[in-house]
């Protein structure tokens, strides 16, 4: 298929004290996908997606980006990570830096933008997760659904061809997650493609077109969104009753 | 002496005030409210300190006596009742002393200078230049104007032909014959009753001539121009003699031949000719005494040099100034006359010193100077008086404190002059050594994702390098190639690589990269001639074996035995070097060779079921050379590295004399850059305080969360990029407090540089107290201007760290 983004073919990735994470998966995700990927702690979510953009170099397999191989020493690592956002579950805003610094960084440093273009798109995305009048506040001074908001918009601000969310909601106070998923909602329906590592299973449902669950290391389950209404195995089964 | 002493009250209530303000703040905040009517202190106590701070600061540097006070001019004025200039002064060999000057003006003295009488004048002109032989005195002046004074007659004029010459110099030869030079050329001789002009090239022109007075047959003249004359029979021929080229071009003003081994001219700027008749006749062959000038003497220009000895020349000139070398003109002591009470306007025309100690100058407005004496009613040269270990009684601290707290000045500059530096290059130095530290670069990386440019650089970069620099015989070329390829390769590959879009790979070179099959080959021989080096004609570049085999046969000529070998680096320092480098080559080339493109990690098994996995591949070199640096600097003595780099290795010479060319007429660089303790100073201090501040700043970076990092690169930004917006700025915030204790600490170990004769304030106390013994005086005032700056500091470190902090990074 053309409007193929992200083909993941058998990873496997063993830290260096030998666990072994994660144990040859494969996926692919397609424009304007959000893919949710859910599974009991441990079971290798977040090592995946960060051998996605490398954060970690995966053991063996490939990770092919628009058809290109990513993990060969010869790739442009900066350069693919620049089309590949990410939303870490702490946040990891610049604490010196104020919001719309935080998010005209990359535009000005990686993208080489002049410093007024850069500023007229971070205020742009700021906008779009509504964060526009605390622009100028430091992170440390935002509330933790602001900081995720803003960490949204920086990852925004580079026009990724894939968003990958890491638990963005976990960090959060419940009455605070519903401003960061409404966000997240709002991007799936304008087309972002997204992979998004949640706990939060009802959101999933109603956000995802596809859904991954893994444990173990291994994909167990894997289909549309309605497989969380009707999980086929029995470890899925499983790992769902916990969540009611 | 009064203005000392209104100093000396206000630096005393500064210094108290001071004191009170350290103890005790309310007290003084009491004070100013009362004085300013305002409540000042309240409201913003921190902005208060600093500025009284800075204006006790101001008041100590305000109150600056000069250091004059203890030393005494070697020279003296003497009381005469003429008030004419006195344009030459000359000595006869019956102790007379004689003058002569303007508008004919003739004086002498018979008490070497002490008291002056003033003759009958017998011309109307002003009478400029004079010599003496045998009992005759040859003077000459404007217009045409010769007299002279054979034995016990009176003074007589000798018409010349021509009234209109311009006469420079006299000199007698022998009896009956006296020549007289000057511009355009002129050379006359008289010969007891007729002249006879000898000028042969009119275009020169002649400002001194001598003849030696043993055999009145050797001359010189020297002229403008760099213009030599010398002659062998008294006179009657003169030849041109060459000049030595840098003074080619340089007027040559005055000039004496003392005998027939030693003859000294100086030209206007202070280059000092000398010539030794060793090979050929005095006067036929010159050379420079120094290719520099050791004397800045402002704007004036040198008018008179007296030679005392073969080795002891004085010179003089414009500005009242005086300069004794007693080596020949290789380096000379500045006599101060600022010290003495002269008129704004006083010129020095003419020095003669009557023996080797006794001297005589002369100048405007009637001005006699002599030679003062020293304690033992000796004659002091001239020179400066140290008034040393003459114990001085002081009245009370305040008149101490004014007559020293310029001392203590002086001193806080030198060591703030060395602070200042040694912070910036210590940061610096810091700074680099923290990201050398924590780069992650391993050796792996550097050959996966560079091994186009290592290739390049050894097959390519070096040899030509290296080429050049033997060619040019000189390594200074060979390191500026290197830099200017790869700087033009670093500079070609980035434009190479933005022009490509961006899917483009980064790495390899220029947009080419080794194909994948050969990858493990070429590395395997890039191993191969890290090994065994390249062989390219007669500029072979030597490999790592060579290279310690080398070294351990040299090592081993050194004859130590056991133990001693650890001394061996200093032994033979460029071989230890060359060890160091070729072991450093050695580990990677092995690696290199032994590489099958994978980099798997080694197993050793040394018992049955125990086996050490190390994978040398993920050494990081940059953190093996920042923690070889910093282990040396933390694991000696600061004072130890001040004497060994300033006197082992002699940092600050080699620092001087590379940039000697550079720095070359840029005024206060060339002054930075010729002081070798200065340099040396702030090198050590720089050097030591970036080890510590290295690790200060490697421990903030470990302090921040790795997700920062992460974070960074998963935008996109390199590691380079993240480390310096994200992290470093960062970093620093956390520990600013650290290094302002490493600022602190840098301040006061300065005081160290006093171990290499660096003049700074701990020095002067130690001056001082030497002078005047009091020694709480003296170390309570050192102490309480290191506070002064170093508490000043802290106050600025501290309102930087206030300014700087970011809310929700650490905790307050
Ligand atoms: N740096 C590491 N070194 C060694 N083992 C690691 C490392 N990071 C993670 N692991 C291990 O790898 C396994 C997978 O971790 P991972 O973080 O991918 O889980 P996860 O699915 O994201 O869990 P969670 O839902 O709790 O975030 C775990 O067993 C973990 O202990
Ligand atoms: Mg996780």
Redesign the pocket.
Known sequence: MNDEILNVKNLSKI???G?H?VKGISFKVHKGESVAII?S???????VLRCINRLIEPTSGDVILKGKKINIPSADINEIRSRIGMVFQSFELFAHLRVIQNISLGLIHVRGMKNDEAEKLALEVLQKVDMLDRKDAYPGNLSGGQKQRVAIARALAMKPEILLFD?PTSALDPELIGSVLENIRALADEGMTMII?THEIGFARDVADRVIY?DQGIVAEEGSSSIIDNPQTERMQKFLSTWD | MNITDDNSQFLNFSIRGFYILCTNRGTVSILFRRILGTPVFRKNPFRTNIIICLIVFILINISSVNAQTTIKSGWEIIDTDFDEDIFSVISTEEDELWGFGESGLIINSNDNGNSWTKLETIVEEDLISSDYLDGILLVSGTNGTVIHKVQDEGWNEINIPDKNTNIEEVAISSADSYFIVGSNGLIWHYDGSNWENKTFNNQHNYNSISFNDENTLDGIIVGDDGIILSTLNGGINWERIETPSLVEDKDIISLQLISDSRAYAVTEEGYILVSRGMDTNIGFEWELVSNELFLDFDDGLLNNIEVVNSIKIIISGQNNFIATSKNGGNAFEMHNLSLLPLDNGFILYDLVMIDGFCGVASGSNGTILITALDENGYCSEGLDQYLGFQIEDFNDFGQFVGKYSGWMLEGLIATMKIVAFGIIFGFLIGITLAIFKTAPTSLKDMIESHLEKLLLTTWFIIPVSIIFSKAGNSKLIGILIFFLLSLTLLILHTIINRKGNHSGDRDGLLGRKVPEQFRSLMIRLLGLSLLIGQPIGEYEIRGSLFLITESLISFSELNLEGIENIFAPIGNPSVFLDLLLGIMILIPSCMFILNNGNYNEIEISYSKNNNIKINPWKLRPLNSIATIYTDIFRNTPLIVQFLFLHFGIQIGRLIEESTAEFVLGIPILADIFSDRIYLSAICALAFNSGAYQCETLRGAIAAIPSGQMEAGRSIGLTYLQTMKLIIIPQAIRICIPPLGNEMVNLVLNSSLAMVIGYTELTRQGKLINAITFQITWTWGMVMISYFVVTWTLALILRRIEAKTRIPGLGIL
């Not at chain 1, 702690?41 to 090592?47: R, V, Y």
Request: glycine share 24%; no cysteine; hydrophobic share 25%.
């Open positions: 830290y260096p004290g666990v994470a599974g702690s441990g079971s290798g979510k977040s090592t638990e590592v893994m």
